[in-house]
């Protein structure tokens, strides 16, 4: 039977794998998209010079040529992965935090409850303080950041703080280190640094800034005149799409047994299941942060889903969670503590 140590190792093995087959995904991306530029060119030529496709010559000249351009392209595109695929393990949990806006540290003097509960759990358990982040949102939710337990730190919203009680927030904190001492929070700060990245260089090759910041006539004016570039506009579409490509897939390969693991840690060392039961109840009431938005992977970090709520389809089939249900949660809890069912949905 696997033990919670079992898992901790499995995290920080995942954790290097990922980071190592990243440039080895994204070369073989950048071949395919290299032989579909070529295909395409080829196509346009036939097309205006005989108005008659031949595919078996097009697709001759198109993978000769590619394989031509990819003497030079793939090194590269490799070398450049893995060299992000390496800041990805060493400062992968900045990054998350410089990902998502208004979040700042939060002092002693800030937050007294906050703080003074989690320097009490990590004194019971011997583990460091992380440090803790306040995100700037009135609705209720948190997650944990860092690359080990020695270098982590909490985000909490600034409505869990004001409204949760003490045995509440203690539980939810409670929570969140169990996932830095799961090294949960560096699987994912890596894989989100590594698709970031790329997603966000795809925008900027591709709009000429940040997608955010993509004015509503952009396409009108597009139209008006002459494209921009459009060798850099074809290379920043194909980067957006394997970053929109990967990124919504990955999370059919997280296991959501990560946030019951954690629950039932929780529970261990706060002595307390039905605070955390009454916890997740009142956040799932009110989880959307919508600094969050469009943010999937920091969302699956999260105490609970944070993109409001789920989809007919998602309720249905249960493809796309990344959390289990907050009533199966709920229920796990009750049958260690035996007295909190949570209350009816209206």
Not at 249 to 269: G, K, P, T
Request: charged share 20%; net charge neutral; aromatic share 12%.
């Amino acid at each position: 039977m696997a033990t919670a140590y079992d898992y901790i190792e499995r995290n920080k093995r995942r954790s290097i794998v990922l980071a190592a087959l990243f440039p080895l995904s994204f070369t073989l991306f950048a071949y395919l998209a290299v032989l579909f530029f070529y295909l395409l060119l080829g196509v346009l030529s036939y097309y205006h010079s005989t108005n008659v496709l031949s595919f078996g010559s097009v697709w001759h000249q198109a993978f000769l040529s590619a394989h031509d351009a990819c003497a030079w392209i793939l090194p590269f595109c490799f070398a450049v992965a893995a060299f992000w695929g390496w800041i990805a393990l060493k400062q992968g949990d900045q990054i998350v935090l410089d990902t998502v806006p208004g979040v700042r540290v939060l002092t002693k003097w800030d937050a007294y409850d906050a703080y003074t509960l989690l320097e009490n759990l990590c004194l019971a358990s011997g583990e460091p303080m992380p440090t803790l982040y306040v995100l700037p949102d009135e609705s209720m939710n948190a997650f944990a950041v860092g690359m080990s337990p020695e270098r982590a730190g909490i985000v909490v919203s600034a409505g869990l703080l004001k409204r949760l009680d003490r045995v509440q927030l203690e539980a939810v904190l409670a929570h969140e280190m169990a996932h830095i001492r799961h090294y949960d929070t560096r699987l994912m700060a890596v894989l989100i640094t590594c698709l970031a990245f790329f997603t966000f260089a795809g925008e900027f090759l591709f709009y000429g800034t940040e997608k955010e910041n993509v004015p509503d006539n952009y396409w009108d004016r597009l139209g008006q005149r002459r494209p921009r570039f459009p060798l850099l506009m074809y290379v920043g579409a194909m980067l957006m799409f394997y970053g929109y490509f990967i990124a919504p897939s990955i999370r059919f390969a997280l296991s959501r047994a990560r946030e019951s693991l954690a629950d039932a840690e929780a529970a261990r060392a706060t002595r307390h299941p039905r605070a955390l039961a009454r916890a997740l109840w009142r956040v799932s009431e009110d989880s959307r942060i919508e600094l969050l938005d469009g943010l999937d992977l920091i969302g699956a970090m999260c105490l609970e889903r944070p993109q409001g709520k789920e989809t007919l389809f998602e309720r249905l089939s249960g493809v796309g969670r990344s959390h289990p249900p907050v009533e199966e949660r709920i229920r796990a809890l009750n049958d260690m503590d035996g007295l909190f069912d949570g209350p009816e949905r209206k």
